[in-house]
């Protein structure tokens, strides 16, 4: 038994334990390597990225780790052991959390597994989850999200080589379910015949994993717009790193760009919805996957980390779950030690927007599309206003800027406008997947009008999508064929099946048949990891919309997705199952289509 248990010792989790033992709390971290670091130690990404340098890492973790040494892989991870220690933590090593202890719906305890296999319960008065996939708030059945049946769209990971000496390999090659051992297992099998060097990692490097669904969840839109809040307990700083593609709205119009951003993160985005004593930290945390990437960083999750930890202990103190802790003593100590500046204290809620906000950034959306993210923040409010720019335009480019957003919205009142524009706009250049460097749009000008023309539901973008379907061949960029599959799924009962037929029979075979076979992954390079990525999201996204809107004769849309839906890549396999589970989508009597994931569910 303990005060505060923390699970996981990695970015996250060790300056959660240092924190709560500073504060005098009796702290036990977990671990299941034989190193606290995670990532950033035995995943070798050991220097930072971008994040904002302040609060407990500029103040206790830098310095003490360049005093260490100057192999960041070991110092780091020494550093976090010896604070621990000093601060009275106890450290268990080679440890597995494996269940959830709940009575009453709080959080009493976490089982866990010891190196030599022995299952025992770990009683908590407080819990930081720190897997990283918000394993224990998943244990005790709380609400998560990582791959959907829209898309499986996932950050990529890597099994780092260990060289003596070398502190930092950064790569993506992959993708992975940190919480599917097989999985991890697989991945893990494909880099050892993959590498030249004999040693290597047990940390998966993954960027994006299962997160919480808390009681606020951040989102893209929160970031952009400058969401203060008034729990504010860090200030995550970063560009938009994506590793991939994207699945927001706004990032279907709007690039990304690779400007710093700052985003204010709420600690109700480290809440479960309904749990008590159970706190989430790390990438695990509350928040749109794409609105990760600028929350993710090193520096931003080590903050996150100490002050999870912190208010775990401080709760306790106060006698209250760290669901009741006094948000103003949290944040007084947050603000002493760096980690967030006074006036972000009890800030206000800046939203909702005011109708004169969002009827200003209507009328600036001319702007090249500027304004869209303040826009999108209120689309009850915005969707008359923008009916209205739409019906006022005299110039067809503005016109159909606001077309392409109300198509964006699910609203058809400029289809008009945008099948007259993906009926006589060529293709352009599209967007192959690709991990590392990945920062831009991952869409193109015409695929984001697709899309949007396939979101009005109306039939008369089937005719320009079908025809911009028929030009789709195997060497196709994967953003033409996936916006072509996401706007047919919305539009069409059936009447692409043909086409999408002769499509699939030219990109399909990229399924792992046998879990026995870990093919290695040629150089252990990302070319070669982008281009298996890219082939098989081809395959699974003609094979959905294919399944969806009734299948060939002989069914090879079903067929592809049942070949994924055993292929050891979980990410795959677990998408794949669960648009099989849907079923084809059919049409109610209202209109309204079952089976089918209209609304991503991220």
Request: proline letters at 4%; one cysteine or more; aromatic letters at 6%.
């Amino acid at each position: 038994s303990c005060d505060v248990l923390v699970v996981g010792a990695g970015t996250a989790g060790a300056p959660a334990a240092i924190a709560a033992g500073r504060a005098g709390a009796r702290t036990l971290v977990v671990e299941f390597l034989y190193t606290m670091g995670g990532v950033q130690t035995d995943g070798r990404i050991g220097s930072y990225y971008h994040g904002n340098s302040c609060g407990f890492t500029t103040a206790d973790v830098d310095p003490g780790v360049n005093a260490m040494g100057s192999v960041l892989a070991t110092s780091k991870a020494e550093w976090y052991r010896r604070a621990c220690r000093s601060a009275g933590v106890q450290v268990l090593y080679g440890t597995l959390a494996a269940g959830a202890l709940v009575e009453s719906n709080a959080l009493k305890g976490v089982v866990v597994v010891l190196p030599d296999g022995t299952r025992g319960l770990v009683r908590a008065k407080a819990v930081v989850d720190a897997s990283g996939c918000a394993d224990v708030a998943a244990a005790a059945g709380e609400e998560t999200q990582f791959i959907g049946a829209a898309e499986p769209a996932v950050q990529g990971a890597q099994v780092a080589p260990h060289v003596l000496g070398d502190s930092y390999t950064n790569i993506d090659v992959a993708f992975v379910d940190p919480a599917d051992v097989g999985d991890v297992s697989f991945l893990m099998r494909r880099a050892h015949a993959s590498l030249s060097v004999w040693d290597a990692g047990q940390n998966s490097a993954s960027r994006e994993r299962r997160r919480l669904v808390g009681v606020v969840t951040v989102t893209p839109l929160d970031v952009l717009n400058g969401r203060t809040w008034p729990d504010t307990i860090a200030r995550p700083r970063s560009n938009f790193d994506s590793h991939g593609f994207t699945v927001h709205d706004v990032y279907f119009i709007v690039n990304p760009g690779t400007s710093d951003v700052t985003a204010n993160l709420p600690y109700r985005a480290l809440l479960p919805k309904t749990m008590e004593g159970l706190l989430v930290a790390g990438i695990g945390i509350s928040a749109h996957r794409d609105a990760m990437p600028y929350l993710r960083m090193q520096r931003d999750m080590q903050n996150i980390g100490y002050a999870a930890g912190y208010a775990a202990a401080l709760a306790l103190q106060s006698g209250v779950t760290p669901r009741s802790v006094s948000l103003s003593a949290l944040q007084a100590h947050l603000v002493a030690k760096g980690i967030i500046r006074a006036q972000d204290a009890g800030t206000a809620d800046s939203f909702p927007l005011d109708s004169a906000t969002i009827q200003s950034a209507v009328n600036g959306l001319t702007n090249s599309y500027a304004t869209l993210p303040t826009v999108l923040a209120d689309t009850e409010s915005a969707l008359p206003m923008l009916r209205a720019a739409y019906a006022s335009q005299s110039d067809p480019a503005c016109r159909l800027m606001y077309a392409h957003v109300l198509g964006m919205l699910n609203d058809a009142t400029g289809v008009d406008a945008l099948a007259a524009a993906v009926d006589a706009g060529a293709w352009d250049t599209g967007w192959n997947f690709g991990g590392g460097g990945q920062y831009g749009f991952s869409v193109s000008l015409m695929d984001s009008y697709v899309i949007a023309l396939g979101r009005t539901r109306d039939p008369r973008g089937i005719s320009p999508v079908l025809a911009k379907t028929a030009q789709l061949t195997a060497g196709t960029a994967f953003s033409h064929v996936r916006a072509c599959c996401l706007a047919l799924e919305n539009l069409d009962g059936g009447s692409a099946v043909a086409t999408l037929a002769t499509l699939l029979a030219q990109v399909r075979g990229y399924a792992f048949t046998n879990s026995l076979v870990a093919p290695p992954i040629a150089g252990y390079s990302a070319t070669v990891g982008n281009t298996e990525r890219n082939n098989c999201l081809k395959e699974l996204a003609v094979a959905r919309a294919l399944y969806r809107l009734g299948d060939a004769a002989a069914r090879p849309g079903e067929q592809a997705l049942a070949a994924y839906a055993s292929d050891p890549r979980e990410v795959y396999a677990t998408h794949a199952r669960q648009v099989l589970a849907l079923g084809p989508q059919t049409e109610t009597a209202d209109g309204e289509w079952t089976g089918t994931a209209l609304a991503a569910d991220w």
